[in-house]
């Protein structure tokens, strides 16, 4: 079992920058993947960003690519999510999440996940 922590949301102005993080404890040695996601209001929750702890390759959701920028730091147990330039639309509820499933692909379905946090929110005024 996983557990996840997500830290670093808040009420920004457009333009602004955020730094989420998201720590792992427990039996994280299991873990494959650890990635992102967000839900705005209204939406449907969608992928962000997944990075391999195995091998530290990274994918982005097309949307976010050029102002998003996942990374981890392995001795901290901890993964995290650079947002610049954030805009109103970038208001979402943020979760980490992590999968020790084998899958050949990118891991943009939540349903690969088996470990999630309880998100933290993000807010961007304009």
């Known amino acids: 079992q996983v557990q996840l922590v997500e830290s670093g949301g808040g009420s920004v102005q457009a333009g602004d920058s955020l730094r989420l993080a998201c720590v792992a404890s427990g039996r994280t040695y299991e873990l494959r993947i650890k990635g992102w996601f967000r839900q705005a209001p209204g939406k449907d929750r969608e992928f962000v960003a997944h990075?391999?702890?195995?091998?530290?390759?990274?994918r982005y959701a097309d949307s976010v690519k050029g102002r998003y920028t996942i990374s981890r730091d392995n001795a901290k147990n901890t993964m995290y999510l650079q947002i610049n330039n954030l805009k109103p639309e970038d208001t979402a509820v943020y979760f980490c999440a992590a999968s020790t499933y084998y899958y050949d692909g990118t891991y943009a379905d939540q349903e690969l996940y088996n470990s999630w946090g309880q998100g933290t929110q993000v807010t961007v005024s304009s």
């Open positions: 990075i391999s702890t195995i091998d530290d390759s990274i």
